[in-house]
């Protein structure tokens, strides 16, 4: 987009969908570089777009509000997954849900608090809203954020390093136990349609199989293989489960849905589990690991990258450049159509270098 003829004065920035660790180095980057280099005034929109529902809920954010927040987990200005502006779940008297379309809203208070472009930080659910209110108007700018690292035209987003770590802590704990009780520890780990956790993991915790959504498995395979490694010797087994993956000729394990439509996963690391004990005899516990993984401090990965995005971020608004995001590409950080991000979901490549690496090194896929 051409460069805008409106000066900057006041900027908003909001975080959208799950939280994970890095969040608060990209409101401080922003914040600091806003402030400093461009003298802006920066607006905290609180709980995503809600602040922009209610715009009571906002909060001016200073110099002294960010200085001591980069190594923290979480974000300072809230978050949420269930705050579609587009499909707001409106709770009526009678405790019912009805759908509503408060876009308009948005952007009525929007000009009412005065700003002149807002920061967006999110997955591909906050992108394609993002996108949306470009596309009605406003001046958007995408930083992206999701533990998965399936949001497409980047190489990466910041929350995915840390939620490995975390990851492959969980899996070093786990192996001095399940070695100790001679069992078969199934872990389930969180990607939705990508297995990107559970692969990263599952290689720097030396797990014996993983599964993941890219590579559909036969339980029995996956059976064959632990009576394989027991016949050998090997006492105990470590299987990790993406919550997306799917067995052949089978469906995901869904637990919910929203009133919006959006399919909630998990149970596939009980159902694995289960179905494993049974085909083996082997004993068998599993361990979800859930939210941890979005939580604690970011790694320094995490801060550099969320810092830069923060950074970046602010200088597509002085350049006028919405209705994009930034991303990295190799070792720069370039503006990006956000239509380019929600193109597709980025997905283990089935036959990419790091799942040849995995098989080499003697996992098993569960497909072979």
Partial sequence: MAKSAKPIKRIGISTGGGDCPGLNAVIRAVVYTAITKYGWEVIGILDSFTGLIYPDQIRNLTLDDVKDILHKGGTIIGTTNRGNPFAWEKKNKGGSVEIVDYSDRVMENFEHLGLDALIVVGGDGTMKIAQKFFEKGMPVVGVPKTIDNDLSATDTTFGFDSAVRTATEVLDKLRSTAESHHRVMV????????????????????????????????????????????????????????????????????????????????????????????????????????????????????????????????????????????????????????????????KVYANGTLVKVARSLGICFGDE
């Fill in 187 to 346: 872990v389930e780990m969180m990607g939705r349609h990508s297995g990107w956790i559970a692969l990263y993991s599952g290689i720097a915790g030396a797990a014996h199989i993983i599964l993941i959504p890219e590579i559909p498995f036969d339980i029995n395979v996956v059976g064959r293989r632990l009576k394989q490694r027991v016949e050998g010797g090997d006492k105990y087994s470590i299987v990790v489960v993406a919550e997306g993956a799917v067995p052949k000729a089978g469906e995901i394990s869904a637990v919910g849905k929203s009133p919006d439509g959006t399919v909630h996963l998990g149970g596939i690391g009980l159902k694995v589990g289960k179905a494993l004990e049974e085909l083996t005899g082997l004993e068998t516990r599993v361990l979800v690991v859930g939210h941890i993984q979005r939580g604690g401090s970011p790694t320094e990965f995490d801060r550099i990258l969320a810092s830069r995005y923060g950074e970046a971020s602010v200088e597509l608004i002085a350049n006028g450049e919405f209705g994009k995001m930034v991303a990295l590409r190799g070792t720069a950080i370039k503006g990006v159509p956000i239509t380019e991000a929600l193109a597709e979901t980025k």
